[in-house]
């Protein structure tokens, strides 16, 4: 009897969960991690939360079959997976975890690997940005899923040039603040922006909400490495691409800064007045 059919993002989520379970030793071909993946779905609730039944023969729908094979190869392409001799079947390759796919895993073992599952794991809501930044996001998003790194970091930089342009200019424009920004040139670089940015900021950050500049140094400081990483000073391009483990911690780091973004954006739009100084 075969299993109802899941989602691309539920199968990735079980496969992922098989895979770990799987241990050093990982799978020997597709069959076992078919199989697996329906054990691992029997042994789970529906969406009406019955209980299934845990019998291994239960196999999976077909399309579901296919996905399951498709998200395999996925994992392989992205470095999480490897494929090596299979003893009990030549024609179908063994599945063992890489060890960048061990810290991966291990990391964000419910992170979607699909490309549409993936920005709904960087918990962007699509107000937190500019529509340009967000398109640059998701162009950055699909060159990582095709192996595209250069370009991945080349797209986030620009985005996040882009979203760290719009919070200069809301803190330009403030009432109460915007005297200390507006000394920022404009014929800067960007890089050298963000550093006098931190300089104007840190005398007023006791003044604005906690949420809105807690880890702000951290978050500036990475945006500002992507930055450098991927263009020069003059706003060329980088010809060396980053790792698949830098790329994918530029993708993870660009989204709480551009919430926190958004935040210190509202925080310093807002209308002058008595305000509680945090003590540190």
Known sequence: ????????????DVVIDVMLKAGEEGMNGFERLLEETASELSGRKDAAGERLSRERGRSLDPRDAELVVDIGWELVRQGVLTVGPNPSNPMSPGLRRSRFGERALHLTPRCSHGKAGFTQALSLDPADMSPDALAYLREAIRAFYMDCLLSTSVMLAVAAEGEFLRLLGAAKSSRAHGARFSRISESLSVT????????????IEPLLPKSATDELDHNLD????????????????????????????YLQV???????????????????????VRLH
């Open 1 to 12: 009897m075969d299993q109802p059919e899941h989602s691309y993002d539920e199968l990735s």
């Open 192 to 203: 050298a922006k963000i550093v006098q940015f931190k300089e104007a900021i840190r005398p």
């Open 222 to 249: 990475v945006i500002h490495a992507l930055i450098r990483a991927a263009r020069d000073e003059l706003g060329r391009p980088s010809a060396v691409p980053p790792s698949r483990d830098q790329a994918h911690l």
């Open 254 to 276: 660009f989204a709480p800064f551009a919430r926190q973004a958004m935040r210190l954006r509202e925080a310093l739009n807002e209308p002058a007045g008595p305000r509680i």
